[in-house]
């Protein structure tokens, strides 16, 4: 019971998509500079993710791998294009603003690689619950990312000025990316090297070379 | 004098380094000098391939279909990939299990895809540059920055990973860092 209430949280702290297994990482550093983008890329992704993950569990097991990494990046895709039509009706300025980063959202490797590796190995209902915490593992790092580098770079949040004492512009350029969510990455691992519980699965994840 | 502003001109339209596009992979890779080489390369063909695809694509493709440029484009990768498993496949079935780890890494990945949208994006803005050769010059630019990128990491990779550096920020946090600090010194060079 305790491995499997892992297994399905696992996504948020235990092995947290961003902060753990390093993945889509390019958005959370190039365009987390602001709320607004973190909502819309967050938006983007969770419907993308959930969609694609969804409907690519439908696909044949028994095809060879490399043809299901492909209809598995072709679906998403396909889910890229209504999606980018709602979040452009939401968002119209910040996809602007995203540019490169909304599109590659939709070949990530949570959808292309973890899918094989992860979530098809589990019965379907936990598959759901897991990647709903994957999921959602990506979009508190984002939030989080987009409210402190937007506050500590340009002394607002959500594009209000708010009454900070101390502006560091340069995280909201790449380097100031690079560095902060190195920090959050070193301090999320200290946080579960606290929690004795997570800590093992944890360390297991890293050490895998993931 | 024209090579130092040549390769500071590489560094500073480095993907990874300015764009942060394959820095999982990156990571993943710079473990071993084999698998970084390994990936590097096969980055590269598939940079440099998906770019002449990017082109035809670019080409053809009506302005009202643009929607549907990354279902192209994947589309496209997807077919290089195939044809890469099949070719290395045919000539050494030995070949083909050592190195299908690199394709299969490489296919669908940031620094492929990003060059291809990168590639595009300037093609869009510049019409000198909407030619078959500058596209796959892009490609193979973006491959040799990865290549690049990847020196600069392994240059450092054990002392980050060592055990004077305290436990929650080996590894991964301070590779993070330290190409945040390149990053950085690239910055105030453009």
Same mark, same amino acid.
């Given at each position: 019971?305790?491995?499997?209430?892992?297994?399905?949280?696992?996504?948020?702290?235990?092995?947290?998509?961003?902060l753990?297994?390093?993945?889509v990482?390019?958005p959370?550093?190039?365009?987390?500079?602001?709320?607004?983008?973190?909502?819309?890329?967050?938006?983007?992704?969770?419907?993308?993710?959930?969609?694609s993950?969804?409907?690519?569990?439908?696909?044949?097991?028994?095809?060879?791998? #490399?043809?299901k990494?492909?209809?598995?990046?072709?679906?998403?895709?396909?889910?890229?294009?209504?999606?980018?039509? #709602?979040?452009h009706?939401?968002?119209?300025? #910040?996809?602007?603003?995203?540019?490169?980063?909304?599109?590659?959202? #939709?070949?990530n490797?949570?959808?292309?690689?973890?899918?094989?590796?992860?979530?098809?190995?589990?019965?379907?209902?936990?598959?759901?619950?897991?990647?709903?915490?994957?999921?959602l593992?990506?979009?508190?790092?984002?939030?989080?990312?987009?409210?402190?580098?937007e506050?500590?770079?340009?002394?607002?949040?959500?594009?209000?000025?708010?009454?900070?004492?101390?502006?560091?512009?340069?995280l909201s350029?790449?380097?100031?990316?690079?560095?902060?969510?190195?920090?959050?990455c070193?301090l999320?691992?200290?946080?579960?090297?606290?929690?004795?519980?997570?800590?093992?699965?944890g360390?297991?994840?890293?050490?895998?070379?993931k | 004098?024209?090579l130092?502003n040549?390769?500071i001109?590489?560094?500073?339209a480095?993907?990874?380094?300015?764009?942060?596009?394959?820095t999982?992979?990156?990571?993943i890779?710079?473990?071993?000098?084999?698998?970084?080489?390994?990936?590097?390369c096969?980055?590269?063909?598939?940079?440099?391939?998906?770019?002449g695809?990017?082109?035809?694509?670019d080409?053809?493709l009506?302005?009202?279909?643009?929607?549907?440029?990354?279902l192209?484009?994947?589309?496209?990768v997807?077919?290089?990939?195939?044809?890469?498993?099949?070719a290395?496949?045919?000539?050494?079935?030995?070949?083909?299990?050592?190195?299908?780890?690199?394709?299969?890494?490489?296919?669908?990945?940031?620094?492929?895809?990003?060059?291809?949208?990168?590639?595009?994006?300037?093609?869009?803005?510049?019409?000198?540059l909407?030619?078959?050769?500058?596209?796959?010059?892009?490609?193979?630019?973006?491959?040799?920055?990865?290549?690049?990128?990847?020196?600069?990491?392994?240059a450092?990779y054990?002392?980050?990973?060592?055990?004077?550096?305290p436990?929650?920020?080996r590894?991964?946090?301070?590779?993070?860092v330290?190409?945040g600090?390149i990053?950085?010194?690239?910055?105030a060079?453009?």
């Amino acid at each position: 019971m305790n491995d499997r209430r892992n297994s399905v949280f696992d996504g948020v702290l235990g092995d947290n998509t961003v902060l753990s297994a390093l993945m889509v990482i390019s958005p959370v550093i190039m365009c987390g500079d602001s709320l607004k983008n973190a909502e819309a890329l967050s938006y983007a992704f969770t419907s993308i993710t959930i969609l694609s993950v969804l409907i690519s569990s439908l696909v044949p097991k028994k095809l060879p791998y #490399a043809l299901k990494i492909v209809i598995y990046a072709l679906i998403s895709s396909l889910i890229y294009i209504p999606v980018k039509v #709602a979040t452009h009706e939401f968002y119209r300025d #910040a996809i602007e603003r995203i540019g490169i980063y909304f599109p590659l959202l #939709a070949v990530n490797s949570l959808i292309v690689f973890q899918t094989e590796a992860k979530f098809f190995r589990m019965k379907r209902a936990r598959m759901f619950f897991s990647l709903i915490f994957y999921v959602l593992g990506f979009d508190i790092v984002m939030l989080l990312t987009g409210v402190v580098r937007e506050l500590l770079a340009y002394g607002t949040i959500n594009g209000r000025i708010v009454d900070a004492d101390v502006l560091i512009s340069g995280l909201s350029q790449p380097f100031g990316g690079f560095i902060f969510l190195g920090l959050m990455c070193g301090l999320y691992r200290w946080i579960r090297a606290k929690i004795p519980d997570i800590s093992k699965a944890g360390r297991e994840q890293d050490a895998s070379g993931k | 004098m024209h090579l130092v502003n040549e390769i500071i001109a590489l560094l500073a339209a480095n993907l990874i380094l300015s764009q942060a596009l394959g820095t999982s992979t990156l990571f993943i890779a710079s473990g071993s000098r084999k698998n970084l080489i390994g990936t590097a390369c096969v980055i590269t063909i598939f940079a440099v391939l998906g770019s002449g695809a990017a082109y035809l694509t670019d080409r053809n493709l009506p302005e009202k279909y643009a929607d549907y440029t990354l279902l192209i484009y994947t589309l496209s990768v997807g077919i290089i990939y195939v044809i890469l498993l099949s070719a290395l496949y045919f000539i050494s079935r030995e070949k083909f299990v050592k190195f299908r780890k690199y394709i299969h890494i490489s296919a669908y990945n940031c620094a492929v895809m990003g060059t291809l949208f990168t590639v595009s994006g300037r093609a869009a803005e510049d019409s000198s540059l909407r030619n078959l050769g500058s596209y796959m010059a892009a490609g193979l630019e973006a491959g040799v920055g990865f290549i690049i990128a990847a020196l600069i990491l392994t240059a450092a990779y054990r002392k980050l990973n060592s055990s004077k550096v305290p436990a929650a920020f080996r590894g991964f946090p301070a590779m993070l860092v330290y190409l945040g600090i390149i990053s950085m010194a690239v910055y105030a060079l453009k």
